[in-house]
C-alpha cells in the first residue's frame, strides 16, 4: 500500500517567493532628504523676496516701517494709486512697445544669422560667434555718456527708438547664440529632403527648419524680453521725460504724496505690477523653455 507525500519547496522556489513584487527602477531612485531641505531652501531664498515685496505693497502709513510678516491691515490702496498715476501708464506703455519691438527684431535678424553659422561652411566661425559673444561683455555704462552725446546731436535723446537701438546691441548677441546651438541641432537631411522636392533655401528654412525651431525661439523670446523689461542704466540716461521713460525708470522717480511720506508702498506695488506678466509668462511657456535651453545637451 503506496502513501502519498507532500512535495516540499525547493530552495530555489523559495527564494523566489520572498522576491519583490516589483524591482525600483532606475529613474525611481529614492532622493536623500538633505536634497529636499536643500530644495526647500532655494525655493525660500528665492521666493521670500518676492513675498516680502507682496507684502510691503499691501501696507499703507506706519505699518511700512513695521518688519511684521503679515500685514495688520491689509489694504489694496497702493496699486488703486499706481493705476491712477497716468505717467506709470504711460511707462507701461513705453516698456511694453520697446520690449515687444526688441524682441521681434532680434528674433528677426538673430535667426538668419545663426542659421548661417550653422549650416554654412565657413572658416573661423568659432571665431565669429566669440565676436559676436565679445558685445555682451562691454558694461552698459562704458556706452552709456558716449550715447548720451551721440543721441542729442542725431535727435534719438529721450525717444523710444533711442532706446530700441542700443537695447537690440546687447539683445542680438544672446539671441544669435541660443539659436545657433539649437539649430546645429536639426538634421540637415530634413532640408535635404525639402530641395529635393523643389524647395529654395529660404522656403526650406521658412517651412522646414523655423517650425522646428519653435521651442529654441520661444526661449530666446522670453530671454530677450525679460532682460528688456528690465534694463534700467541705459532707459535712465537716454531719457529725460515721461513720455519715453519705461518702467523701470518711472517706478524710480515716484514720490510720496508730501514730503515726509514714504512712496515704499507704491513702489512695492508697482514692482508687483510689472513682475506678475513676467512670471505669467514663464509659467505658460514653461515646457518650450525647458525643451528649447536642453536643446543640444545631448545628442541622439
Same mark, same amino acid.
Given at each position: 500500500?503506496?502513501?502519498? @507525500?507532500?512535495?516540499?519547496?525547493?530552495? !530555489?522556489?523559495?527564494?523566489?517567493?520572498?522576491?519583490?513584487?516589483? #524591482?525600483?527602477?532606475?529613474? !525611481?531612485?529614492?532622493?536623500?532628504?538633505?536634497?529636499? /531641505?536643500?530644495?526647500?531652501?532655494?525655493?525660500?531664498?528665492?521666493?521670500?523676496?518676492?513675498?516680502?515685496? /507682496?507684502?510691503?505693497?499691501?501696507?499703507?502709513?506706519?505699518?511700512? =516701517?513695521?518688519?511684521?510678516?503679515?500685514?495688520?491691515?491689509?489694504?489694496?490702496?497702493?496699486?488703486?494709486?499706481? *493705476?491712477?498715476?497716468?505717467?506709470?501708464?504711460?511707462?507701461?506703455?513705453? =516698456?511694453?512697445?520697446?520690449?515687444?519691438?526688441?524682441?521681434?527684431?532680434? %528674433?528677426?535678424?538673430?535667426?538668419?544669422?545663426?542659421?548661417?553659422?550653422?549650416?554654412?561652411?565657413? #572658416?573661423?566661425?568659432?571665431?565669429?560667434?566669440?565676436?559676436?559673444?565679445?558685445?555682451?561683455?562691454?558694461?552698459?555704462? $562704458?556706452? $552709456?555718456?558716449?550715447?548720451? =552725446?551721440?543721441?542729442?546731436?542725431?535727435?534719438?535723446?529721450?525717444?523710444?527708438?533711442?532706446?530700441?537701438?542700443?537695447?537690440?546691441?546687447?539683445?542680438?548677441?544672446?539671441?544669435?547664440?541660443?539659436?545657433?546651438? *539649437?539649430?546645429?541641432?536639426?538634421?540637415?537631411?530634413? !532640408?535635404?529632403?525639402?530641395?529635393?522636392?523643389?524647395?529654395?533655401?529660404?522656403?526650406? *528654412?521658412?517651412?522646414?527648419?523655423?517650425?522646428? $525651431?519653435?521651442?529654441? %525661439?520661444?526661449?530666446?523670446?522670453?530671454? /530677450?524680453?525679460?532682460?528688456?523689461?528690465?534694463?534700467? %542704466?541705459?532707459? /535712465?540716461?537716454?531719457?529725460?521725460?515721461?513720455?519715453?521713460?519705461?518702467?523701470?525708470?518711472?517706478?524710480?522717480?515716484?514720490?510720496?504724496?508730501? !514730503?515726509?511720506?514714504?512712496?515704499?508702498?507704491?513702489?512695492?506695488?508697482?514692482?508687483?505690477?510689472?513682475?506678475?506678466?513676467?512670471?505669467?509668462?514663464?509659467?505658460?511657456?514653461?515646457?518650450?523653455?525647458?525643451?528649447?535651453? @536642453?536643446?543640444?545637451?545631448?545628442?541622439?
Amino acid at each position: 500500500m503506496s502513501t502519498l @507525500t507532500a512535495e516540499r519547496p525547493t530552495p !530555489e522556489l523559495a527564494t523566489c517567493a520572498k522576491a519583490p513584487k516589483r #524591482r525600483r527602477l532606475r529613474g !525611481e531612485a529614492k532622493l536623500h532628504p538633505m536634497v529636499w /531641505v536643500f530644495v526647500v531652501a532655494v525655493m525660500g531664498f528665492s521666493l521670500i523676496p518676492f513675498y516680502w515685496l /507682496v507684502n510691503t505693497s499691501l501696507k499703507k502709513g506706519a505699518s511700512l =516701517s513695521q518688519g511684521e510678516l503679515f500685514p495688520s491691515q491689509p489694504t489694496l490702496e497702493n496699486y488703486l494709486v499706481v *493705476f491712477q498715476n497716468s505717467e506709470f501708464l504711460l511707462a507701461l506703455r513705453n =516698456s511694453v512697445i520697446i520690449a515687444v519691438v526688441t524682441t521681434t527684431v532680434a %528674433l528677426v535678424f538673430a535667426s538668419f544669422a545663426a542659421y548661417a553659422l550653422a549650416r554654412l561652411k565657413m #572658416r573661423r566661425k568659432a571665431m565669429i560667434l566669440t565676436l559676436i559673444l565679445s558685445v555682451t561683455t562691454f558694461p552698459a555704462i $562704458a556706452i $552709456a555718456a558716449p550715447m548720451f =552725446s551721440i543721441w542729442r546731436e542725431i535727435g534719438l535723446y529721450d525717444t523710444l527708438l533711442g532706446l530700441i537701438i542700443p537695447k537690440l546691441t546687447f539683445a542680438l548677441p544672446l539671441a544669435i547664440y541660443t539659436l545657433t546651438s *539649437f539649430f546645429k541641432e536639426i538634421p540637415r537631411e530634413l !532640408e535635404e529632403s525639402a530641395y529635393m522636392d523643389g524647395a529654395t533655401p529660404f522656403t526650406a *528654412f521658412r517651412k522646414v527648419i523655423l517650425p522646428l $525651431a519653435v521651442p529654441g %525661439l520661444a526661449t530666446t523670446a522670453i530671454l /530677450v524680453f525679460i532682460s528688456v523689461w528690465n534694463e534700467f %542704466l541705459l532707459a /535712465v540716461t537716454l531719457t529725460t521725460s515721461p513720455e519715453a521713460r519705461p518702467v523701470p525708470v518711472a517706478i524710480a522717480f515716484f514720490s510720496g504724496t508730501s !514730503e515726509f511720506d514714504q512712496p515704499l508702498g507704491t513702489i512695492s506695488a508697482a514692482s508687483v505690477i510689472i513682475t506678475v506678466p513676467l512670471v505669467i509668462l514663464v509659467l505658460l511657456c514653461q515646457k518650450r523653455i525647458v525643451s528649447g535651453m @536642453t536643446a543640444g545637451a545631448v545628442k541622439g
